[in-house]
Structures are given as structure tokens and as C-alpha cells.
């Protein structure tokens, strides 16, 4: 996220008394983008499952403006493969077959298998995707939608090059919070980027 501070504070009672329901052990990483780069949603989701506890068997890549209003909404261990939990008539800007982002499940080791995602997707755009194209292979305020120089070039096709073992970022600060009983750990992340191959970050 990057500023998402008052969402923040609803998210997190929401969540603490919605996975209580549901007896679930959890853990809310926040991780907080305040470089000065386009925002980077997937380096974001990496950099949360790599500073993640590695006693977490799975975990929900989840946006912050993003509540289920459904108490049936199961977030269970994803036995399967990845699971979606945002369908996309959930969610109507999104009112597409190939939607896949808002709320997602992923086992610890399904994120590793296929080296996490995609971090050449600076600002809003092709993440989604990204996010499809990558995970098939397991399971048979305003944003930012400026294109510059070759940017769409580059972020056309999937991409086999990056993603956990290549994503850099320093983390400023680690902060240990608890917010109406939810147990959070901020992390304020500077992402890095390599300004030739990327002018437009």
C-alpha cells in the first residue's frame, strides 16, 4: 500500500473479528511503499512473503480498500491451488472473466514454485494479468495508468525473469502494532529499479 493509513483502521478490526468467526490464526503484514517510485503492487506482495513469518502455511494477497461483506466468505487454506476469493462481479470495475486480484489465496509453496510474481509492473495497469497468466501454471486514491517510452512493450507479454529472486527493496522501519486487537507488523519498504531498463518508474 502506499498512505493507506485510514483504511488501515478499518481494515484491521474488520479482519480481527471476521477471522476470529472463522477460528483463524493470522497475521497482518502491511507493507508500505515510501520511495519515490511508481507504486508497485506485485514487488509489494513479494516483499510481504519474504519478511512473512515462514509458519504461515499459506498466504491472502489482500487490498486494504477491500472488505467481504459476505460472512460466508471462507478464508480457508487453499487445498487446490490458488483461490480467488474477490470474484469478479464482486468487484465492478473489474467485471471481467480474466479478473483475478482484490483478495487471492496462495500456499506458501505455490508462491515459491512459480518464483512469485512478475515486479516489472510499475504503477496501475497489467497486474492482473501478470498475477492470471502466472498462477495458471499451478492450477491446470486515483491510481497510476500513465504509459511512458516502451513500457507497454515490456509489460506485454508474461514474464519469466522476475519476481522473488530478483526483487530488490531495503526496509526503513519495522513497526509492531496492534490495532483493536489485530496483531500487525508495518513495514515502511523502499523498492529499487533499474531506471535504464525502466525509464518510465
Same mark, same amino acid.
Not at 483478495?103 to 514454485?113: A, D, P
Given at each position: 500500500?502506499?498512505?493507506?493509513?485510514?483504511?488501515?483502521?478499518?481494515?484491521?478490526?474488520f479482519f480481527h473479528n471476521f477471522l476470529n468467526k472463522q477460528h483463524k490464526n493470522y497475521h497482518i503484514y502491511v507493507i508500505n511503499q515510501v520511495d519515490n517510485l511508481r507504486f508497485n503492487?506485485?514487488?509489494?506482495?513479494?516483499?510481504?512473503?519474504?519478511?512473512?513469518?515462514?509458519?504461515?502455511?499459506?498466504?491472502?494477497?489482500?487490498?486494504?480498500?477491500?472488505?467481504?461483506?459476505?460472512?460466508?466468505?471462507?478464508?480457508?487454506?487453499?487445498?487446490?491451488?490458488?483461490?480467488?476469493?474477490?470474484?469478479?462481479?464482486?468487484?465492478?470495475?473489474?467485471?471481467?472473466?480474466?479478473?483475478?486480484?482484490?483478495?487471492?489465496?496462495?500456499?506458501?509453496?505455490?508462491?515459491?514454485?512459480?518464483?512469485?510474481?512478475?515486479?516489472?509492473?510499475?504503477?496501475?495497469?497489467?497486474?492482473?494479468?501478470?498475477?492470471?497468466?502466472?498462477?495458471?501454471?499451478?492450477?491446470?486514491?486515483?491510481?497510476?495508468?500513465?504509459?511512458?517510452?516502451?513500457?507497454? !512493450? *515490456? %509489460?506485454?507479454?508474461?514474464?519469466?525473469? $522476475?519476481? +522473488?529472486? #530478483? =526483487?530488490?527493496?531495503?526496509?526503513?522501519?519495522?513497526? !509492531? *502494532? %496492534?490495532?483493536?486487537?489485530?496483531?500487525? $507488523?508495518? +513495514?515502511? #519498504? =523502499?523498492?529499487?529499479?533499474?531506471?535504464?531498463?525502466?525509464?518510465?518508474?
Amino acid at each position: 500500500m502506499r498512505d493507506r493509513f485510514e483504511e488501515l483502521l478499518e481494515f484491521a478490526p474488520f479482519f480481527h473479528n471476521f477471522l476470529n468467526k472463522q477460528h483463524k490464526n493470522y497475521h497482518i503484514y502491511v507493507i508500505n511503499q515510501v520511495d519515490n517510485l511508481r507504486f508497485n503492487h506485485a514487488s509489494l506482495f513479494i516483499v510481504g512473503f519474504l519478511e512473512s513469518s515462514v509458519d504461515c502455511d499459506y498466504i491472502a494477497m489482500h487490498d486494504v480498500d477491500l472488505l467481504p461483506l459476505n460472512p460466508e466468505v471462507r478464508y480457508q487454506f487453499p487445498e487446490e491451488g490458488p483461490y480467488h476469493v474477490s470474484a469478479p462481479h464482486l468487484h465492478p470495475r473489474y467485471h471481467y472473466p480474466t479478473f483475478i486480484g482484490g483478495i487471492l489465496l496462495v500456499r506458501r509453496e505455490h508462491f515459491q514454485h512459480v518464483d512469485g510474481l512478475s515486479n516489472k509492473y510499475w504503477g496501475w495497469g497489467n497486474l492482473t494479468s501478470g498475477i492470471k497468466d502466472t498462477f495458471r501454471h499451478v492450477h491446470d486514491q486515483r491510481r497510476d495508468m500513465i504509459k511512458c517510452y516502451n513500457q507497454q !512493450e *515490456v %509489460t506485454h507479454h508474461r514474464d519469466c525473469h $522476475t519476481g +522473488l529472486s #530478483t =526483487v530488490k527493496y531495503s526496509i526503513q522501519s519495522r513497526k !509492531e *502494532v %496492534t490495532i483493536d486487537g489485530a496483531p500487525i $507488523t508495518i +513495514l515502511n #519498504t =523502499v523498492l529499487e529499479c533499474n531506471k535504464v531498463t525502466m525509464p518510465w518508474v
